[in-house]
């Protein structure tokens, strides 16, 4: 079967052996999988020392090849999506919830990558992690479920639950990429009043679309930042309300500039950050996507698994909004 390597820094189509089913878990034929941007940070800064380690692609889209397991939820057919990692539930971390710090999560992973033709998961994985999508979605839509769980992680670490009104709260998204756009649909299913803010005038254009019109004159009680940049820094903290919050949701390529700690002091500002996703994360991410109350169509660019390296350039320059690999 073929998959993505990185291989001297460039990205190679290799050939091995269809994984076995010698554990608990599952096969999972793979129909696509989305580009992710931590992905293309993973690309950028790899060298001779990490790359055997980097697994390349986690947006999967599947159905279940073969299947050992006792859960009675799946069988084989069955079209799926899924997370990647998923925490022990017993540690220090994750009893304060700080699952993305717990060891199994960081450990866990498919196998050998989301950009081949065939993926293995354990029994965990289909336990926390894996959930049937519904047939009326593309392929590139479904594909959205582990990203769009990160942005549902990002909403609640600012405070805001599920299924209640939000909408007193005001929160502007500083990077209308494909995560800030998603960003935007999610806080919207949340019920926040939501503002997006780029400096693309296409990007631009994504949000006034969605209703998320970015109005200079306003102040805002939670920012998120989704840009790789950290001038966004700035920008925050011209926009944000004293006493409000900003979630720290990329990382950047200069990470000198820092914030003010004077500012952060005087003006009491709250600086979270939030990385990657719980499990419940996830299976919340799955009801928004089945349930079509976050609409992800019309975002993704096509492009075949020998031709991922012309995806990960594109990306690299801008040339799309997002690249989903079919498999």
Do not use: W
Not at 192 to 221: M, P, T
Not at 226 to 241: D, F, M, P, Q, R
């Amino acid at each position: 079967m073929k998959y993505a390597k990185l291989k001297n820094g460039k990205i190679e189509i290799l050939t091995c052996k269809k994984p076995k089913l010698d554990s608990k878990g599952a096969i999972i034929k793979v129909l696509g999988c989305g580009l992710c941007g931590s992905d293309l940070v993973k690309i950028k800064h790899a060298n001779k020392n990490n790359e055997d380690k980097i697994i390349l692609g986690h947006e999967v889209v599947g159905i279940i090849d073969e299947i050992n397991s006792d859960i009675t939820t799946f069988k084989i057919g069955d079209i799926i999506a899924l997370g990647h990692h998923y925490p022990c539930f017993k540690c220090e971390f994750c009893k304060n919830e700080s699952y993305s710090m717990c060891k199994t999560f960081k450990k866990s992973n498919i196998y050998p990558a989301g950009f081949a033709q065939y993926i293995k998961v354990d029994d965990n994985h289909l336990k926390y992690t894996v959930y049937k999508m519904n047939p009326t979605l593309k392929d590139d839509e479904k594909a959205f479920l582990e990203p769009l769980s990160c942005c549902i992680r990002a909403i609640k670490r600012a405070g805001f639950k599920y299924g209640i009104d939000n909408s007193k709260s005001s929160a502007l998204v500083i990077g209308v990429g494909s995560i800030g756009l998603l960003m935007l649909k999610g806080l919207k299913a949340f019920k926040v009043n939501a503002f997006g803010l780029d400096i693309s005038k296409e990007r631009q254009e994504l949000a006034n679309k969605e209703g998320c019109n970015f109005i200079k004159n306003n102040k805002y009680d939670t920012i998120f930042l989704t840009a790789g940049n950290s001038k966004t820094i700035e920008t925050a903290l011209e926009y944000i309300i004293d006493g409000g919050k900003i979630i720290v949701f990329s990382s950047v390529e200069d990470d000198l500039s820092g914030f003010s700690n004077n500012e952060i002091y005087y003006r009491e500002l709250s600086i979270i950050s939030s990385y990657s996703p719980s499990p419940s994360d996830i299976k919340l991410s799955a009801k928004l996507l089945n349930e079509n109350i976050v609409k992800v169509n019309n975002l993704s660019t096509y492009y075949s698994l020998d031709n991922l390296a012309y995806a990960v350039d594109d990306s690299f320059k801008n040339k799309i909004f997002k690249a989903y690999i079919k498999i």
